[in-house]
């Protein structure tokens, strides 16, 4: 969003305040000790989803393999569509099989989200019914409920998405989260950067946005012990620092003049 600050974007060295329409670029190392320059390039796909083969399933439910049409390893994601009023749209199961070792149950044991991207659907979760419309989530975090949906409405198309949740959310969350907030809502602002540093707690980019509440509250010392932390983190953050207005409480500080060295 154009009102997001450069910091919460990771703070892109020369980049401006206004105008930040996404991401700043990633970091040049990822977890793992790869690099991305070392890293093989791939192109974007984009298909429509008519563009990909519709398996015939039970109870006349069609299957779009989307993961395996895009080549997508992060995640499980797959699309169902119902051509007529009560056929399933996703079908009766757990994601516990109780047909395999344990070791592959606990592989396949999966959080769900679904997505009624057209029609409508009424999903029966352990035995409770929800109506969901186009434009609902529906998300089973409990890979031992037993859910299954069916079209209300001809046709219905429910996006699928599944993994193991091992993922890690990005600083980059917290961050954009806390941004909106730093003038309006400070304290607010503050609980959510420092929950996100308990998750990351090397993240330039929070510890940039904690330094620039801190400056707008008029906390000195507490601003630049959160700037010393960006930019041990993040040296290409002390860039943007000397025109970022948050900071203005700063501007003239010999100890802030100290750190931009």
């Not at 199961?93 to 592989?107: K, M």
């Not at 989530?137 to 209300?152: C, I, M, T, W």
Request: aromatic share 6%.
């Amino acid at each position: 969003p154009a009102s997001v600050c450069v910091a919460c974007l990771s703070r892109a060295p020369g980049a401006g305040r206004a105008g930040r329409a996404g991401r700043a670029a990633l970091p040049a190392a990822v977890p793992g000790g790869y690099c991305l320059a070392q890293m093989p390039r791939q192109a974007p796909k984009v298909v429509a989803l008519e563009r990909i083969e519709a398996i015939p399933g039970p109870d006349g439910l069609s299957w779009h393999p989307v993961r395996m049409a895009l080549g997508i390893r992060a995640f499980g994601a797959n699309a169902y569509t119902a051509s007529a009023v009560g056929d399933d749209v996703v079908e009766p199961h757990t994601e516990v099989p109780d047909d395999l070792s344990e070791q592959a149950q606990v592989e396949l044991m999966h959080e769900e989200l679904y997505f009624i991207a057209a029609g409508a659907a009424r999903f029966t979760i352990d035995g409770v019914d929800y109506e969901a419309r186009a434009g609902t989530y529906v998300f089973v975090p409990d890979p031992g409920s037993h859910r299954h949906a069916v079209a209300l409405e001809a046709p219905t198309t429910v996006l699928s998405f599944g993994g193991p949740p091992t993922f890690s959310p990005s600083a980059w969350e917290w961050s954009v989260r806390a941004a909106q907030l730093l003038k309006r809502d400070p304290e607010r602002a503050r609980g959510i950067l420092l929950d996100g540093l308990r998750h990351h707690p090397r993240s330039g980019s929070l510890h940039y946005n904690l330094a620039c509440l801190e400056a707008l509250c008029g906390n000195r010392e507490a601003a630049l012990a959160a700037l010393r932390e960006a930019f041990a983190e993040r040296p290409a953050l002390r860039a943007g620092a000397p025109n970022d207005e948050d900071l203005n409480s700063l501007h003239g500080d010999p100890a802030f003049a100290a750190l931009l060295r």
